[in-house]
């Protein structure tokens, strides 16, 4: 039995045109442009109450991936400097790890739980995603949350 998948990745223009209002609503007031609900949803011509039904389930793609906490779940060897040099790819590109959990190494391999921050990123989460699976200690790596 297959379940259906919680989150999707839609394409703007695919997108019923009320998500869209939203998120320009929401982003009106992020970036102060309007200062209260409603002004913020009458300059993107919806109602308040629409505004309130969808606040928190649109938000744009980059808002999860750029500027916010993001966690990593990394598989390493175990093998002197693994976690060091996996957090020198972190550090070399601007992101700054807030948090660290390794659990004990067993079958000759540890996970690594790590959240960062990225809004300093000097590359794409994608490049990052790539260069730290590229570190030779890395067996996998992938986006817990964010």
């Given at each position: 039995m297959s379940s259906v998948p919680k989150y999707f990745i839609v394409e703007a223009d695919a997108m019923p045109e009320i998500f869209r209002?939203?998120?320009?609503a929401k982003s009106l007031l992020e970036t102060g442009a309007e200062s209260t609900i409603n002004g913020a949803a009458r300059a993107a011509g919806i109602s308040r109450s629409?505004?309130?039904k969808y606040k928190d389930a649109v938000r744009p793609f980059q808002d999860m991936l750029h500027g916010r906490?993001?966690?990593?779940?990394?598989?390493?060897?175990d093998e002197p400097g693994a976690l060091s040099g996996v957090l020198n790819v972190f550090s070399g590109c601007g992101s700054n790890i807030?948090?660290?959990?390794?659990?004990?190494?067993?079958s000759?391999?540890?996970v690594v739980t790590a959240s960062a921050e990225t809004s300093a990123l000097d590359l794409t989460l994608d490049r990052l995603l790539d260069d730290v699976r590229a570190f030779p200690s890395v067996l996998k790596c992938e986006i817990l949350a964010g």
């Open positions: 209002k939203v998120a320009q629409a505004y309130y906490i993001v966690t990593f779940q990394i598989l390493l060897k807030l948090t660290i959990n390794q659990s004990i190494p067993s000759g391999c540890a």
